[in-house]
């Protein structure tokens, strides 16, 4: 989406720095391209890690903390994504907004809400693994799918209280050319606008931030200077190998967020921004958007377990038995188990019941 005020000023990840440019970014293909390469990608690869999760928790009726935080953050990925065909309609239609006050609102405030909970879910995350690595056994109790599960209910809630301003104020405004746009109409343009960009910017990036990087300088000054019994050593590698990933998934979502907020707090003292600006503004919030293409192939890259998950989620359904015509007897038949994906040789002449290891 797009959001406008009065005074030219952004209030919103998606919308262009001023009017008097907005013409000239938006009668070229380039981003257009670039945002439709994003969202078809995102969508594809958060759908895939959904599809995987959810086949692991009907195979083995049983998720895990990282399950639950990682399930989560590919839904709200999902959803900030789904916003994008909305964003390069505009994008081709020189800003103008075809769908209504209602949906300019519901998609205005999906998106600002997708940015907050995934801040969130992702300091949980490094909270829980803060927990994993320096307490393990202590505090294992906390760290269960109940847990988690109304953890993310709580952010959720947080959330949708920190987005209030979005749904109070978000609404249609004229364009000069007897169109309009979807905006953030605040009451007094200039005074509000500094305000929210900096309510938004401590409360969706800045606070979130400290937290994360204080929690594993914490994490890195306990690897350092332990000296306690260590746990088992599969447990030290599985927790290994999370927390790596959690750490790359947290600098992913900085990355790709900081030049945004960094250039939404250089716009509150940018009178007339050039166009130089604008395009810097846009290619920000296409990194914006492309944090959430890259996270799944993160999880792919990053995790061994996650590869074979969805090596064993991706495979047809299993059959119980399949019958094969003997090449050796016309009149016998060899027949074969499966169990979950695990198979047996077949026998030559005559059946033998499968004996497969439980997984």
């Known amino acids: 989406m797009d959001f406008h005020n009065d005074s030219n000023f952004s209030v919103s990840h998606t919308n262009s720095t001023t009017t008097a ?10 981003l257009p391209v670039i945002f439709g390469i ?9 759908c895939i890690v959904m599809y995987t999760i959810i086949k692991k928790t009907k195979c083995r009726a049983k998720q895990t903390v990282p399950d639950i935080f990682i399930l989560n953050v590919s839904i709200v990925d999902l959803l900030f994504l789904l916003g994008m065909p909305f964003l390069i309609h505009q994008l081709l239609g020189n800003g103008s907004w075809h769908f209504g006050a209602t949906m300019c609102t519901v998609i205005t405030a999906l998106d600002s809400n997708s940015q907050i909970v995934s801040t969130y879910i992702l300091t949980a995350m490094t909270l829980d693994r803060y927990l994993a690595t320096v307490h393990p056994i202590r505090f294992n109790y906390v760290r269960t799918p109940c847990v988690a599960a109304l953890v993310i209910v709580i952010v959720w809630g947080l959330s949708f209280l920190t987005i209030i301003p979005v749904w109070m104020y978000a609404g249609l405004m004229p364009l000069p050319d007897g169109l309009v746009a979807c905006a953030l109409l605040l009451p007094d343009p200039i005074t509000d606008t500094y305000w929210f960009t900096l309510y938004q910017f401590f409360l969706a990036f800045a606070m979130p931030l400290v937290i994360i990087c204080l929690v594993f300088f914490k994490m890195l000054q306990h690897m350092s200077s332990s000296v306690a019994p260590l746990p088992p050593r599969s447990l030290r590698v599985r927790t290994r190998k999370v927390t790596r990933m959690a750490v790359a998934i947290c600098l992913a979502f900085f ?14 003292g940018v009178q007339k921004p050039t166009l130089a600006f604008s395009y810097a503004y846009n290619i920000a919030i296409s990194m914006g958007y492309a944090n959430s293409c890259i996270n799944p192939f993160l999880y ?31 009149g016998s038949v060899s027949m074969r188990m499966d169990l979950k994906g695990a198979r047996q040789e077949p026998a030559p002449r005559e059946m033998i019941p499968s004996n497969v290891a439980p997984q």
Do not use: M
């Open 38 to 46: 994003i969202c078809f990608l995102g969508i594809l690869g958060n």
């Open 21 to 30: 440019v907005y013409g000239a970014l938006h009668s070229s293909a380039i």
């Open 255 to 268: 990355i790709c967020w900081a030049p945004y907020y960094i250039l939404q707090l250089i716009h509150l």
């Open 300 to 330: 792919i890259i990053l995790s061994e377990t996650f590869k074979r998950q969805f090596l064993r989620a991706v495979r047809p359904v299993n059959r119980k038995f399949r019958v094969n015509p003997s090449t050796t007897d016309g």
